[in-house]
């Protein structure tokens, strides 16, 4: 019989699956709470703590932590899965992306947060050294923002530590289909050191980071990615029975550019996610208000779109995409 988990005032015994909330703070329309699920196993073996929605207008993420809450047994569990479905409760009300609307910060770039911080902060710390500091391992489920077309990718915070990154690494691998990206702190792929999986990957829990999924939408595809990658994680940790699905050839980012406007007016644009763009490649027309083309866009360089926005009209300076500049791995 394995001991107990608890978080807070949230504990499962072994074999049990407990839900409920954990209250951070309030605001005068009542609590600021964060859902949990602990789904305690009865063999032996290591926590893994899933959080999605710390931008809680990326749905695939959360549908497919809710999914996997619900198909997980505590019978025949070895170890403990601890969820939060949703990391930021007043986002997913208010359909608000990127920010939380109580205090307009962002939940994934806070770094280290002061015990006297706002709303968000308290979120950031509780989520971090309640939660996830509780679980040996850790997977931050995130897709492209509203407005956010995006290529799957699994990324994981590198620490110098050669044991904790070997197995970190190959967690992502394990995640996603095609794509990692491996973070150093003066690096420029995600990911970043102000967000919550590096911060957990630095204090020891190993941390993947997975994208699937954007622009508001809940496909079905993009919610598989996520519980494959998940489910591909637990059965090479021994938690869920089933060969691991051993990742082939994969590509690790190096770098990331965006293309951006010049001119400003309609966008008619020429490349989608996961397309292989040449240098100097036609990515895009911008017409003005009476359809003539005053500019041709060009990719100043070669890689894979990683990211395309979905607005239609561009102002001087707005993205129009982001590609991947990749080698294989
Ligand atoms: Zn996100």
């Given at each position: 019989?394995?001991?107990?988990?608890?978080?807070?005032?949230?504990?499962?015994?072994?074999?049990?699956?407990?839900?409920?909330?954990?209250?951070?703070?309030?605001?005068?329309?009542?609590?600021?709470?964060?859902?949990?699920?602990?789904?305690?196993?009865?063999?032996?073996?290591?926590?893994?703590?899933?959080?999605?929605?710390?931008?809680?207008?990326?749905?695939?993420?959360?549908?497919?932590?809710?999914?996997?809450?619900?198909?997980?047994?505590?019978?025949?569990?070895?170890?403990?899965?601890?969820?939060?479905?949703?990391?930021?409760?007043?986002?997913?009300?208010?359909?608000?992306?990127?920010?939380?609307?109580?205090?307009?910060?962002?939940?994934?770039?806070?770094?280290?947060?002061?015990?006297?911080?706002?709303?968000?902060?308290?979120?950031?710390?509780?989520?971090l050294?309640?939660?996830?500091c509780?679980?040996?391992?850790?997977?931050?489920?995130?897709?492209?923002?509203?407005?956010?077309?995006?290529?799957?990718?699994?990324?994981?915070?590198?620490?110098?530590?050669?044991?904790?990154?070997?197995?970190?690494?190959?967690?992502?691998?394990?995640?996603?289909?095609?794509?990692?990206?491996?973070?150093?702190?003066?690096?420029?792929?995600?990911?970043?050191?102000?967000?919550?999986?590096?911060a957990a990957s630095h204090r020891g829990v190993?941390?993947?980071?997975?994208?699937?999924?954007?622009?508001?939408?809940?496909?079905?595809?993009?919610?598989?990615?996520?519980?494959?990658?998940?489910?591909?994680?637990?059965?090479?940790?021994?938690?869920?029975?089933?060969?691991?699905?051993?990742?082939?050839?994969?590509?690790?980012?190096?770098?990331?550019?965006?293309?951006?406007?010049?001119?400003?007016?309609?966008?008619?644009?020429?490349?989608?996610?996961?397309?292989?763009?040449?240098?100097?490649?036609?990515?895009?027309?911008?017409?003005?208000?009476?359809?003539?083309?005053?500019?041709?866009?060009?990719?100043?360089?070669?890689?894979?779109?990683?990211?395309?926005?979905?607005?239609?009209?561009?102002?001087?300076?707005?993205?129009?995409?982001?590609?991947?500049?990749?080698?294989?791995?």
């Amino acid at each position: 019989m394995r001991e107990a988990v608890r978080i807070r005032d949230l504990a499962a015994e072994s074999g049990e699956q407990r839900q409920g909330f954990l209250t951070i703070g309030e605001t005068v329309a009542g609590p600021v709470q964060i859902p949990l699920v602990i789904i305690n196993g009865r063999a032996d073996g290591p926590v893994l703590c899933l959080t999605a929605g710390v931008h809680a207008t990326e749905y695939a993420p959360i549908d497919a932590v809710m999914r996997l809450v619900q198909s997980t047994c505590a019978e025949t569990l070895a170890g403990a899965l601890v969820a939060v479905p949703v990391a930021n409760m007043r986002m997913f009300e208010a359909r608000s992306p990127f920010v939380s609307p109580l205090d307009g910060l962002n939940l994934n770039k806070l770094g280290p947060c002061p015990a006297d911080g706002s709303i968000s902060q308290i979120l950031a710390r509780v989520l971090l050294e309640d939660v996830i500091c509780a679980a040996d391992y850790h997977i931050d489920l995130h897709a492209g923002d509203l407005g956010e077309m995006l290529l799957p990718f699994a990324g994981y915070a590198l620490t110098g530590n050669a044991e904790q990154d070997e197995v970190g690494e190959y967690l992502a691998r394990l995640y996603t289909p095609r794509l990692i990206s491996l973070s150093t702190p003066s690096g420029t792929v995600p990911p970043f050191p102000d967000g919550l999986s590096y911060a957990a990957s630095h204090r020891g829990v190993v941390s993947v980071f997975g994208e699937s999924g954007g622009n508001g939408t809940l496909d079905p595809a993009d919610v598989q990615i996520h519980m494959d990658g998940v489910r591909n994680v637990m059965r090479y940790l021994k938690m869920i029975e089933g060969g691991v699905e051993e990742p082939g050839a994969r590509l690790a980012a190096r770098d990331r550019v965006v293309v951006r406007a010049s001119r400003a007016g309609l966008l008619r644009l020429h490349v989608a996610i996961g397309d292989e763009i040449r240098a100097g490649q036609h990515v895009a027309d911008i017409c003005n208000v009476f359809g003539d083309v005053i500019e041709r866009v060009a990719a100043p360089g070669e890689g894979i779109a990683g990211l395309v926005w979905s607005h239609k009209v561009v102002n001087t300076g707005d993205p129009i995409v982001r590609y991947w500049i990749t080698e294989p791995a």
